[in-house]
């Protein structure tokens, strides 16, 4: 047994007092702090701005709704699609978080609030005005007389007689029935009659997961209780659903890959070390790690995603490095201490080049991208501390030699071919990158959306069933004032005319076709008939249909207070359903308001963009989200490559400060950034387009190539040394190689793309620091301290 020796200096005992008081902190943090976990798709989605300064960044996400949820039940015959459909809805209608669900059936509607039903002349249509004059009067009077002989009707008689001009159905006409959509036993249908349709309008806000993946799971908990047909099934689509099912992927992946990554390390180290003991040591430091990662993320960000915490897990495969180096290089009755500062300038140098890379990604101007920064880097150095100021403590009262690891040294790299070699892989790799510029990055955002292909496929076929808005463009209309955002509006609807006679737009939605602004409800009062008139009229009709003429003078009282009722506008809205609605349509930025321009039905892309560019009005700007999203994809990956710039010159000043040559510094960085060069040539050669999570992986691969590089240069002048060395170099790559694996294996694009970079970045970097060394008998600088 080593002997008991104590510290040499005062400051191992000062270093391990402040680790664990770090250690303690960072876990009562995650015990007792406000911290929450998160799983927001658009943490890892580049955050698109609107060109003016004072848009709101939220415009933008809000042209995906994600109030609504989309449903298909599919499955027996139609007739039992339709009875399910019809029980599902008037179940889900109770439900506080759903304001209204659309299948089809009557009533469609949305109620009668009374405030509408007295407004009803200054938000309907503007052709209204003309029914209430001879000839429009007379045939209300006489579709009344038919709807009373009708038994059963869905208006009562006295609701009828208030509204004779049909004012109140042309509204709700306006409002509900955008979409003629196809029917079957009273239900709608797809156009193949194979499956019945639902809408469902909800209160869910974009941010809020936990309420969204609750009620996802309540809406298919009452398919499952209210319909027992066994035989049909339900589809559920919309962004809520999109944000329940990757909260259900990314908590499956986090349990598969600490569960996984860990038997898997712990296996290898088991095989290696042949000791139960140093596999529990080694973890010591990468539960301190992990820890740390965790709260200093939540104490930064508020939250910690659950993309972040997985990534953060695969420390194990990274801090692992540490313990070790240390547990490989304790010889029997050496102090711990000792061979803990004979390690730690090449330690320290090794962690700070990894902590930089990690630090690149802390910079990300994309949310999610910036916690597993944050949470890789902390955690590292976390788990460099705790190796050099706790770990020699439980390594001191251990057997040395019971803990040393089976060893494998390499053989000493042919002294020409070596080099020879490697450049001839670096330059395959580079030509195969120019030679692919073209198609070398990935475009499209919506690849690293971990909702499955299928389920974002049936979103689109719903989408297009009901005549849902068109996810590509959103049209923003500005205004100084919300009253001019909603006149432009109102005016912009009444200019794409055209478009719609043409085909290539289906139909609008908009605020001001909700709410129309104050200048055309009082439009709308001026021309309203005169009490006078307007009775004189009435009552010769109404003694023409054998109505008595008293029946009607609510409907007389009706029009002649519209004439005097303040127009109605956004703050003065007591019907909740109405004023969420523009809620999402009427956004106030920080110098104007915007009107949300939603388009259904686009056919012809082309003629939309040309029109927007030739005759559109200024205030009205048509964005694409999807070249947007190319465009901002663009704007990252042109920052991150600066960063990874930043960040190898970084890399580089450290070394020739920590070996003090700059020759030594060359011969250290070259190998991980070669290493980084193969991979990227490697994942082009499997046809893979890059990402901006492929791009820093590629720095990730020389902070972790760099630790390599450090130990295979730090030769002694002993083969005992050197094996030590290297055979703890070998279990670094293995468990390296092993965890960012697991990660390639992930059904998350972004933890994939990580995985899929880093194992080949990681092989090459290894490989072309073994083939580049200089033989054992050549001492380099590390080795003359």
């Known amino acids: 047994m080593a002997s008991g020796a104590n510290p040499t200096h005062r400051g191992e005992h000062l270093g391990a007092l402040i680790t664990l008081t770090l250690i303690l902190l960072a876990t009562g943090w995650l015990w007792l702090g406000p911290g929450k976990f998160s799983t927001e798709l658009s943490a890892f989605m580049p955050s698109v701005n609107g060109e003016e300064e ?9 042209a995906m709704d994600p109030s609504l949820i989309l449903a298909a039940i599919s499955g027996g015959d139609s007739a039992q699609r339709a009875d399910a459909s019809r029980t599902l809805t008037e179940q889900l ?27 009803r002349y200054l938000l309907a249509p503007d052709t209204h005005s003309a029914k209430l004059h001879h000839a429009q009067l007379q045939q209300g009077l006489t579709d009344i007389r038919r709807q009373l002989a009708t038994p059963g009707g869905a208006l009562s008689p006295e609701m009828l ?89 990314i908590r499956a992946e986090i349990k598969r890959l600490s569960i996984g990554a860990s038997l898997l390390v712990a296996l290898i180290l088991l095989m290696a070390f042949r000791s139960l003991t140093a596999v529990l040591l080694a973890g010591i430091p990468l539960l301190a790690g992990v820890l740390a990662g965790a709260a200093l993320v939540t104490a930064i960000f ?13 420390l194990i495969g990274v801090a692992l490095d540490y313990p070790l180096h240390l547990i490989a290089h304790q010889r029997s009755g050496t102090n711990s201490w000792d061979t803990a500062r004979r390690l730690s300038t090449t330690l320290r140098l090794g962690a700070a080049s990894t902590a930089i890379a990690f630090g690149a990604m802390a910079l990300a ?17 976390m788990a460099l501390l705790t190796t050099h100021y706790l770990l020699p403590w439980f390594l001191q009262r251990q057997d040395a030699n019971r803990l040393q690891p089976t060893r494998a040294p390499l053989p000493d790299a042919p002294p020409v071919l070596g080099p020879v070699l490697a450049a001839t892989l670096i330059f395959g790799s580079g030509l195969v990158i120019a030679l692919n ?21 049936a979103d689109a076929r719903l989408r297009a069933d009901l005549g849902g808005h068109d996810l590509r463009y959103l049209v923003l209309v500005r205004g100084e004032t919300v009253q001019e955002a909603l006149e432009h509006s109102h005016s912009l609807a009444d200019q794409m005319a055209a478009l719609h006679r043409e085909g290539v737009v289906q139909s609008t939605d908009h605020p001001a076709l909700w709410l129309p602004p104050k200048s055309l409800q009082r439009e709308r009062q001026e021309q ?14 109404a003694e023409k249909q054998g109505f008595r003429a008293e029946s009607l003078e609510p409907f007389l009282e009706d029009v002649s207070r519209s004439a005097t009722l303040p127009p109605l506008g956004p703050g003065n809205i007591d019907t909740d359903w109405l004023e969420s609605r523009l809620n999402r349509l009427l956004v106030e930025g920080q110098n104007a308001w915007f009107a949300i321009f939603r388009l259904n039905g686009v056919s012809d892309h082309a003629r939309l963009t040309s029109w927007f560019d030739t005759e559109a009005p200024s205030h009205a700007n048509l964005i694409d989200t999807t070249a947007r999203s190319a465009a901002q994809l663009a704007e990252f990956r042109s920052q991150t490559l600066w960063r990874f710039s930043l960040g190898t010159v970084l890399m580089f000043l450290l070394l020739c400060l920590g070996l003090r040559s700059v020759g030594g510094a060359i011969r250290v960085i070259t190998p991980p950034l070669a290493g980084s060069i193969l991979a990227a040539g490697f994942l082009i050669t499997l046809g893979q387009t890059l990402t901006l999570f492929h791009l820093v992986s590629l720095l990730l691969v020389v902070g972790i190539g760099l630790d390599y590089a450090l130990f295979f240069h730090r030769h002694r002048h002993d083969d005992c040394e050197a094996a030590r060395t290297q055979g703890a170099l070998l279990l670094c790559f293995m468990s390296t190689v092993s965890v960012f694996g697991a990660l390639a294996l992930s059904e998350i694009p972004v933890l994939a793309h990580i995985g899929m970079t880093v194992v080949p970045g990681t092989v090459a970097a290894l490989m072309l620091a073994w083939l580049t060394a200089r033989p054992r008998n050549v001492y380099d600088l590390a080795s003359r301290r």
């Open 365 to 381: 101007d994309i949310p999610g991208l910036a916690q597993m920064g944050v949470f890789a880097a902390g955690g590292l150095l």
């Open 528 to 541: 309203l008939p005169d009490r006078e008139s307007l009775s004189a009229r009435v009552i010769a009709e």
């Open 93 to 119: 209608v109770e439900h506080p978080l759903i304001r209204q669900g659309h299948n089809g059936s009557a009533p469609e509607a949305p109620g009668t609030p009374e405030q509408l039903f007295e407004y």
């Open 302 to 314: 508020g939250s910690l995603h659950g993309i972040a915490l997985a990534f953060g897990i695969i």
């Open 54 to 62: 004072d848009t709101p960044a939220a415009l933008l996400e809000m």
């Open 437 to 457: 510029t073209t198609t070398l990055w990935q475009e499209d955002v919506t690849e690293l959306n971990p909702v499955p292909e299928k389920l974002r496929e």
């Open 161 to 249: 007689l208030r509204d004779p001009t049909g004012a109140w159905a042309d509204l709700l006409n306006r409002w509900i029935s955008r979409h003629d959509l196809q029917r079957e036993h009273g239900v709608w249908t797809t156009e193949d009659g194979e499956r019945a349709l639902l809408l469902l309008e909800t209160d869910l806000e974009a941010n809020d997961t936990e309420a969204q993946d609750r009620l996802v799971t309540t809406i298919r908990d009452t398919f499952n209780q209210e319909v027992s047909n066994q035989e049909l099934g339900l589809l559920l689509t919309g962004q809520a659903v999109f944000a329940s099912e990757s909260s259900r992927l």
